[in-house]
């Protein structure tokens, strides 16, 4: 039998998303038209009320697979084992719990806008980002599980649509970027934009860490309709991008354009906040949408999220391509 959902769109305060109730436990039966549910709401469902998770982490993997035939398995890709769960390897652990985890993000600066109210835009916000775009193909879904949130006015996750984003860009500006390519970066190999501002030459990276171009413009698979693909300081390479073919580096034409881009992208009516409760399930789609995270305490608060990410449909682009980032055998 297939459980029946309790679909509200969109979601509270903003203008994409939706809300879905399960009416039977995820142990019985999950929910098989959460995908369809997932492509309606513009790339955004929160499940709430899943704390059957916490007891039986496979669940979340087997939720995962409706999106998706593949979800990754975080053992043959990540170095820490310490952030891959002990026992449910397609789990990564966003959790600042184990050691040597990545801190929160900064307080923005200011910490409020103007006129008092919690800062969403770009560059007052920062980080803003969809999951390894620095690999082709491209992931499309992510899960993240609420196992211990923090209090509700920090540690949230902000999402922004690029299709509502894309579709409000002046005409000039779309003809601009229509079949423009942003090079990403893979976080680590020193190809961001403040070691280019400081001048600190990259490391060299092996052929599967290199920068990957991708379209500024992205088709949804899906849906067919047209998003901004874009990330910004720490995920697009600064010295031979952002942009394939523009005026490369921190200061040229190309940090210009996704400058605006940004900006453009993160306005207000474009974007989501969500304040988390034990129990929630985020589901989002990388392939429309980006996000980032705010701040906690993490030397007085505890936070355990957990998160799965699923592959298989990223288009008709990337067809037959084998996946950039692992190493392939020497011919």
């Not at 879905?20 to 959460?34: N, W």
């Not at 304040?275 to 305490?297: K, P, S």
């Not at 298989?312 to 020497?330: C, D, F, M, R, T």
């Amino acid at each position: 039998m297939t459980a029946a959902i309790d679909v509200s769109m969109p979601l509270p305060g903003a203008a994409f998303g939706a809300t879905v109730r399960l009416t039977r436990p995820l142990r019985e039966t999950m929910p098989e038209g959460l995908p369809q549910a997932l492509a309606d709401a513009g790339g955004l469902l929160l499940l709430p009320g899943l704390g059957e998770i916490t007891a039986d982490p496979r669940l979340l993997v087997t939720l995962s697979h409706l999106f998706g035939p593949e979800v990754e398995d975080y053992r043959h890709l990540l170095t820490r084992v310490t952030m891959v769960h002990d026992a449910v390897p397609e789990i990564f652990l966003v959790t600042n719990t184990v050691a040597n985890a990545r801190r929160p993000p900064d307080r923005p600066v200011p910490p409020l806008t103007p006129d008092g109210k919690f800062p969403v835009q770009y560059p007052q916000r920062e980080g803003w980002h969809t999951d390894q775009s620095y690999r082709r193909p491209p992931p499309d879904i992510s899960l993240f599980y609420a196992v211990v949130p923090v209090d509700r006015t920090r540690g949230q996750t902000l999402f922004a649509s690029g299709a509502l984003a894309y579709d409000a860009l002046p005409p000039q500006l779309k003809a601009k970027i229509e079949d423009l390519q942003g090079l990403h970066a893979q976080p680590g190999t020193g190809r961001d934009r403040a070691a280019a501002i400081a001048g600190k030459m990259p490391r060299p990276f092996a052929p599967h860490e290199r920068s990957q171009p991708q379209p500024v413009v992205r088709t949804h698979p899906v849906t067919g309709r047209k998003a901004i693909y874009v990330c910004e300081a720490s995920q697009m390479d600064w010295f031979e991008g952002p942009f394939v073919g523009l005026e490369p580096g921190p200061h040229g034409a190309g940090a210009k354009l996704l400058d605006e881009l940004m900006t453009h992208y993160t306005r207000p009516e474009f974007v989501y906040v969500h304040e988390w409760t034990e129990g929630d399930v985020l589901v989002w789609d990388n392939r429309c949408l980006i996000h980032t995270a705010t701040w906690y305490d993490a030397d007085t608060e505890k936070r355990l999220m957990w998160r799965t990410t699923v592959r298989g449909n990223p288009g008709a682009l990337y067809e037959g391509e084998k996946p950039s980032w692992i190493p392939q055998a020497a011919e």
